[in-house]
């Protein structure tokens, strides 16, 4: 799937990482704001219920995605 419109909620926020090293938050972070990057579980509600997402690990082009607000 190239792009794919769903709506999500975040379950949990697992881990902040830090700019230039990549480093994992030992603490969860009460928030995220707007440029950072984390590591978050989201729920999927109605719709699909279920999205397929690449892993990182295997393919780099295909395991970033973007949250919008609207």
Same mark, same amino acid.
């Given at each position: 799937?190239?792009?794919? =419109?769903? %709506?999500? &909620?975040?379950?949990?926020? #697992?881990?902040? #990482? %830090?700019? @230039? &090293?990549?480093? !994992?938050?030992? !603490?969860?972070? *009460?928030?995220? *704001? !707007?440029?950072?990057?984390?590591? $978050?579980?989201?729920?999927? =509600?109605? @719709?699909?219920? $279920? =999205?397929?997402? %690449?892993?990182? %690990? +295997?393919?780099?082009?295909?395991?970033?995605? &973007? #949250?919008? +607000?609207?």
């Amino acid at each position: 799937v190239h792009s794919a =419109i769903e %709506e999500v &909620t975040f379950s949990a926020l #697992l881990h902040r #990482l %830090e700019k @230039g &090293t990549g480093r !994992k938050s030992k !603490k969860p972070p *009460a928030f995220a *704001a !707007k440029g950072q990057s984390i590591i $978050a579980q989201l729920q999927v =509600i109605g @719709g699909a219920g $279920a =999205i397929c997402v %690449e892993r990182f %690990e +295997d393919y780099p082009q295909l395991g970033r995605f &973007t #949250l919008r +607000d609207q």
